[in-house]
């Protein structure tokens, strides 16, 4: 499952190492709370996963019950913790968000409309 390092005092941010899911390497980032767009539960079979996701990156975090969630989600919202990495394989995965490319075609005109 999950370990959260828990500090006292709020943090700015905190480092995260897990499994990056695109290069299936283990990798670490770093998030700050003010990037957090959404925090929600996700109930699997036999654990939860919290994910955060930034315009950034995306990370999961497994835990193996809804004490553990709760717990977790508390420390989140008070900005105490500092570090997550996994304590079990995959158990944290992280997941760049590639930017949207920008069709630079649209934005172009046509050859033959300048001619006109």
Known sequence: MTRLTIAEPPA???AVRGRNAITEANDEGLVFYD???KVHVLPEEHSFTI?????DLEVEMDFP???SV???L????AKKVSEVSAAAPDS???TPIEPVP???DADMQSPDASMC
């Open 74 to 77: 508390s420390n989140f919202e």
């Open 92 to 94: 944290v995965r992280i």
């Open 65 to 67: 019950d809804a004490d």
């Open 51 to 55: 994910q955060v996701i930034t315009p």
């Open 70 to 72: 709760r717990e977790a």
């Open 12 to 14: 700015q941010e905190f």
């Open 102 to 104: 920008v069709n630079e």
């Open 35 to 37: 990037d957090v767009t």
